[in-house]
């Protein structure tokens, strides 16, 4: 981080009286430091297509480094009472941000699997979602936040989440996508960084999921439970809180 930068994040995160809160670490901060320059410098296809994803305005907390994508899906988690019900129960949770992570640990689950296909920590396990070697049905509770739009076969990756999951278990699947877009966009001829920012808002992203997702997901066997921000999260001060009440809880179910 350059100098430059560095006090930018002093400034916002240090500096007493600030008017926004992170929950991840609890403190008050004057403001969330922004994506890239935010949502004015996003490619233009994403902000032509209004896609739905995180807040590039108000991304990161200047104190400890969570995302908006963090702090959005803990208020889920919390409203509708699935991290309560974490207690006593086998959790996967693939790419675990480390700090919601924690919070996930501290609830006692019997079972608690932090996985990655390129793990970088010890205590993370080597997991490739398309052949996740589990068992079926292992697992009560699937947390995948911001991560199918990485995987080369999203089809496969689901049908693999529906095996592992218990029945009645619940997948969490945050996933950017675009209402305006009515088909999922993958082409493969969109390869390398430069193209795929343009044409999927990210250098690393395959795809650029349509209004059609929920019924894309659901047709690997997953019932839709996906709930809205102003249903869920009605009296949440999204600008104190830094979450982008366009993205709703894309919350999912086993039922067979």
């Known amino acids: 981080m350059n100098l430059i930068k560095l006090m930018k994040y002093a400034v916002a995160g240090w500096l007493p009286f600030g008017q926004r809160r992170c929950l991840i670490c609890d403190h008050n901060v004057w403001r969330f430091m922004p994506y890239r320059g935010g949502w004015a410098y996003a490619p233009a296809l994403m902000r032509v297509l209004d896609v739905i994803g995180s807040d590039l305005d108000s991304f990161e907390c200047p104190r400890c480094g969570s995302h908006d994508r963090e702090r959005h899906l803990l208020l889920y988690l919390r409203a509708s009472g699935l991290l309560a019900e974490m207690a006593g129960k086998a959790v996967l949770h693939f790419a675990p941000e480390k700090r919601l992570s924690r919070v996930i640990a501290v609830v006692d689950s019997a079972r608690y699997v932090r996985c990655d296909l390129y793990p970088r920590q010890p205590d993370i396990e080597r997991v490739d979602m398309l052949d996740m070697g589990f068992e079926s049905g292992s697992f009560d509770v699937l947390i995948a936040n911001h991560v199918l739009e990485h995987v080369s076969d999203d089809r496969q990756a689901l049908a693999e989440i529906f095996r592992v999951l218990k029945v009645g278990g619940y997948a969490v699947l945050q996933t950017p996508y675009s209402n305006k877009l009515h088909h ?27 209004r059609d997702i929920f019924d894309r997901f659901s047709a ?19 600008v104190k809180l830094g979450v982008n009440p366009a993205e709703p809880f894309m919350l999912f179910q086993r039922i067979d």
């Open 220 to 238: 690997a066997g997953l019932v839709s439970r996906v709930r809205s921000h102003s249903d869920l999260l009605p009296d949440v001060d999204i």
């Open 184 to 210: 999922t966009w993958q082409d493969e001829g969109i390869v390398g960084g430069d193209i795929r920012l343009l044409a999927y808002g990210q250098e690393d992203h395959v795809r650029l999921y349509g």
